[in-house]
């Protein structure tokens, strides 16, 4: 059973510059969440989707959109970046079907604003 | 979203000892209770998990402590490692495998 992936490990832009981060869920799972980490702090949920929806946000704003595809991979779009969007975003799926809750969290994807 | 309030920030233990982190919460809609281990350069590992219809549920030398009428769950950590070394984060959610809302997180240092 592979575990949750995210690509790229560490990205760098610039302010208003858009970017993309991509998870892959571990094998079976069926639901991906977006959390952000801000250095020091604890996990902002983003949102969730389930079946290629959304199902549930946090408090971010519009900018923040995602997607999932029908092999549950999912991808996480940041517009108009600000300094402090610099943070670790992670992933974490977790399957419905199988009537487990835990949420299995990938490595991160450290992006930094400047 | 409501907070989930955890302490204290820091800890160090000596090798062997009892490392204590709590947490406590306001929404009592909150039906799930998992508490997650970071190390540096990784992403969050579940622990041990409890919902609130039990007290306590210990696993090896992880022991969860629920008190559902005061709205608190503390992390026992017993004969404390200096591998057991990490950042510690309680989370609660309204139903497990929705949203976590997540503490500050207890960086533990256990010294040898």
């Known amino acids: 059973e592979t575990g949750v992936t995210q690509s790229p490990t560490h990205l760098i832009k610039t302010r208003g510059q858009q970017v993309t981060l991509r998870c892959s869920s571990q094998s079976g799972h069926n639901t991906v969440s977006w959390y952000q980490q801000a250095l020091g702090q604890g996990p902002q949920f983003i949102f969730q989707?389930?079946?290629?929806?959304?199902?549930g946000r946090g408090n971010f704003p519009p900018r923040f959109s995602g997607l999932q595809f029908p092999n549950y991979s999912s991808e996480l779009n940041v517009n108009a970046l600000e300094l402090d969007d610099s943070a670790l975003y992670l992933c974490?799926?977790?399957?419905?079907?199988?009537?487990?809750?835990?949420?299995?969290f990938g490595p991160g994807t450290r992006l930094t604003v400047l | 979203q409501q907070q989930v309030k955890q302490s204290p920030q820091s800890l160090i233990v000596q090798k062997g000892g009892i490392s204590i982190i709590n947490c406590a919460y306001e929404n009592t809609a909150f039906d799930y209770f998992p508490w997650y281990q970071q190390f540096p350069g990784k992403g969050p590992a579940l622990l041990i998990a409890i919902r609130p219809d039990v007290s306590e549920k210990k696993e090896g030398r992880f022991t969860i402590s629920f008190n559902k009428s005061a709205k608190q769950f503390s992390l026992h950590i017993m004969d404390s490692q200096p591998g057991d070394s990490a950042t510690y984060f309680c989370?609660?959610?309204?139903?497990?495998?929705?949203?976590?809302?997540f503490g500050k997180g207890t960086t533990l240092s256990v010294s040898s």
């Open positions: 974490a799926s977790s399957s419905v079907r199988r009537g487990t809750d835990t949420q299995y």
């Open positions: 989370a609660a959610s309204v139903q497990a495998g929705t949203a976590l809302i």
């Open positions: 989707y389930y079946r290629e929806e959304e199902n």
